[in-house]
């Protein structure tokens, strides 16, 4: 992966306490939120989790969990957000996701740095 744009971490667990490079995919839509952001994580997700056997989840979805945040642009660190495992094949070839083509998996932190992100530094 090229340089990160940022970093995914948990407080709260869900198997993302270890810091997680980010890089941006694209901005996209769902039935009732227009700022989800399509991200690439390196590592990956382990998939067996998921009950996908050995296929890893290399893309997620971030959307951001408090009213006044953003990620266009991210105007302060770390910002709290959602994240979702998608359901669906190509998402960086798409501008919508429905509602029922992605499912919550974690509660999680972006963090600017590697550093704040192991410390989980708020």
């Known amino acids: 992966m090229?340089?990160?744009d940022?970093?995914?971490a948990s407080s709260e667990g869900y198997n993302l306490e270890e810091p997680r490079s980010c890089k941006r995919v694209k901005r996209l839509r769902s039935d009732?939120?227009?700022d989800?952001?399509?991200i690439r994580?390196?590592?990956p997700l382990i998939g067996?989790?998921?009950?996908?056997?050995?296929?890893?989840?290399d893309n997620v979805l971030v959307a951001t969990r408090h009213k006044g945040d953003s990620l266009f642009p991210i105007k302060g660190w770390p910002v709290l957000v959602h994240v979702a495992r998608l359901l669906i094949d190509n998402p960086d070839e798409r501008d919508q996701v429905h509602d029922n083509e992605f499912?919550?998996?974690?509660?999680?932190?972006l963090y600017e740095t590697?550093?704040?992100a192991r410390l989980k530094a708020m």
């Open 114 to 116: 590697e550093t704040a």
């Open 32 to 34: 009732s939120r227009d």
């Open 48 to 57: 067996q989790l998921y009950g996908l056997g050995g296929r890893e989840i």
């Open 103 to 109: 499912e919550s998996i974690a509660w999680a932190e």
């Open 2 to 4: 090229d340089t990160p």
């Open 36 to 38: 989800l952001l399509l």
């Open 41 to 43: 994580i390196d590592p």
């Open 6 to 8: 940022f970093y995914l």
